[in-house]
């Protein structure tokens, strides 16, 4: 009888997904479906800090990021999401993620807002203003599987980054904008004319990352293309577990 050879065991990656609010059961499905090679993807809904002990990464979904952070301070998940960060694991904050993910927000709520940091930009919450409820943008980035093939990026109520502070140590690299046609209309001619439109505007840009931390701030889980998924697992994810 031929000896059975075992398998190897696969590399199971934990990949958490902050699920307090939002639209984290969005990500769920598609990280469900994503291939990942040789590695399997096991999917921690995070709740309270035990959860997120578990995570190799973690994602932030969509919502309100005001809610979002008070429900994190109840669950006393504040501090080690904090940590979570500081200690250079995956993160990546979509939307209302995207601002949490931010070292400064303009635009928050009286009071302030509590932020998690990480990500050297700033931001302003719903920065399109307030009748630009949602919007949707062809998405183009080198660093996609089939670049080609333009992403459909769900803007809803989103952030805008205002600007970018890359140090030596810590470059940002800009992943995708918005192209210059798609722009919505804000009122504010230096965006809307094309002409004029500085292609370096940091405003227009929509998803970048800082080492191991990647914001967007479109909903890349409210459409069924999983290529910002699979971009954060290989460029984040993945090489952070070989180290
Ligand atoms: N779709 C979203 O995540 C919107 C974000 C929301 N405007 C906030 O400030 O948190």
Redesign the pocket.
């Known amino acids: 009888m031929a000896e059975r050879i075992p398998k190897p065991p696969e590399d199971v990656v934990t990949i958490g997904i902050l699920a307090l609010q939002?639209?984290f059961a969005e990500h769920q499905v598609i990280l469900k479906k994503l291939p990942m090679g040789g590695h399997k993807i096991k999917i921690e809904l995070v709740r309270v800090p035990d959860d997120l002990q578990r995570c190799d990464a973690l994602i932030i979904?969509?919502?309100?990021?005001?809610?979002?952070a008070l429900l994190a301070r109840l669950a006393g998940l504040l501090e080690p999401l904090r940590d979570f960060i500081r200690r250079q694991r995956p993160v990546w904050g979509?939307?209302?993620?995207?601002?949490?993910l931010s070292e400064r927000?303009e635009?928050?709520k009286k009071g302030g807002?509590e932020l998690l940091g990480g990500v050297n930009i700033s931001i302003a919450?719903?920065g399109w203003g307030s009748q630009i409820e949602?919007f949707e943008a062809p998405l183009l980035s080198d660093d996609l599987k089939e670049a080609d093939r333009p992403f459909t990026g769900v803007?809803?109520?989103?952030?805008v980054i205002l600007s970018v502070s890359p140090t030596p140590e810590h470059p940002i690299q800009i992943i995708s904008r918005l192209p210059a046609d798609h722009l919505p209309r804000t009122g504010d001619p230096a965006l809307e004319e094309e002409d004029d439109t500085d292609p370096r505007d940091p405003r227009t840009i929509v998803a970048l990352r800082q080492g191991r931390h990647m914001v967007t701030t479109f909903?890349p889980e409210l459409t069924n293309d999983n290529r910002f998924h699979e971009y954060f697992l290989r460029e984040c994810v993945l090489p952070s577990l070989r180290q």
């Not at 979904?61 to 979002?68: A, F, K, L, N, R």
């Open positions: 939002g639209a979904p969509g919502g309100e990021s005001t809610t979002i979509t939307c209302a993620g995207a601002i949490l927000a635009g928050t807002q919450r719903n949602s803007f809803i109520r989103a952030p909903h």
